[in-house]
């Protein structure tokens, strides 16, 4: 379980600039749930991500995971457990090294590492077979280096080496943001049969209202550093985008036309 209370986080605190990212924010989450989260520029999205991960450090509140508080663990030590997609296709893989060293890398997270560092036989069968669930063709490129691929196919990986050693969070930030429709799409599916009757827990950050809606079974509304609409269940399920417009208008919510044409 990860248990978010009154979280709190402020930005240049004294300043003209001073800017609350998080005001008071709770969740809770069980395990196997995903939640999607929606919201416009400055909603608090990604700063949450970064609180839950460690990145950044929060000015009250706590998060607890599976009873233990972490909210002060160092970022280094909370990477055992939480995995993270980004948006962008370039991060969260070495381009200079190949696929296949790149997946034997994040198969070791959290594990004493010795001097040896060979990829055994029953790894390659492993890495192959994750791979080819892609149809993308990476399980004939696991001796290319990375930095050579697409972007959908990066991202692809980076998705797979975010799951592959089942971490008890999986944080996704827009991780189809910067892909094109056909190739978000396809990275979307790999998500969903990633983390179909999975135990971890699943954030995933978006602008697509579609997406937020069918993806799932949470879903959270942001609008400047708060929670103004929570959904799940059959709640979620018989949501339209119509009633998600409706909801950003009622509580005042940017609605920008990144949200609109994403949805």
């Known amino acids: ?20 990212a998080l005001n008071n924010v709770s ?15 400055g909603a608090g999205k990604s700063t949450l991500l970064n609180c839950i991960s460690g990145v ?14 972490v909210t002060h663990l160092a ?11 980004f948006q962008n296709p370039l991060d969260g893989t070495a381009g200079g090294m190949n696929i296949e060293e790149n997946l034997a890398l994040a198969f070791r997270r959290g594990k004493k590492r010795g001097l040896g560092w060979g990829i055994t036989k029953e790894e390659r069968v492993l890495f192959h077979k994750l791979l080819s669930e892609t149809g993308l063709g ?21 998705l797979i080496m975010a799951v592959l050693v089942q971490p008890k969070i999986l944080l996704l930030d827009e991780h189809t943001a910067a ?39 949470k879903l959270v509304m942001m609008n400047q550093g708060n929670v103004v609409f929570q959904a799940s269940g059959q709640e979620k399920q018989n949501l339209k985008v119509v009633d998600l417009i409706s909801k950003f208008s009622e509580v005042g919510a940017e609605l920008n036309d990144r949200i609109l044409l994403n949805s």
């Open 138 to 158: 990476l399980e004939s490129l696991m001796a290319q280096k990375v930095s050579t691929l697409s972007g959908g196919q990066r991202q692809s990986l980076a």
């Open 75 to 85: 970022e280094y030590k909370r990477a055992k457990y939480v995995s993270r997609v």
């Open 179 to 217: 892909l094109d429709p056909k190739t978000a799409k396809t990275v979307l599916e790999l998500t969903q049969k990633f983390t179909k009757d999975s135990k971890f827990i699943t954030i995933m950050v978006t602008h697509n209202m579609n997406d937020a809606i069918k993806i799932g079974n």
């Open 27 to 41: 969740l809770t989450l069980e395990e196997g749930d995903f939640l999607t989260i929606i919201g416009g520029n």
């Open 1 to 20: 379980m990860l248990k978010i209370e009154n979280l709190t986080k402020i930005f240049n605190v004294g300043e003209t600039t001073e800017k609350t």
């Open 56 to 69: 950044l450090s929060v000015d009250n509140g706590t998060i607890s995971l599976d009873g233990e508080d």
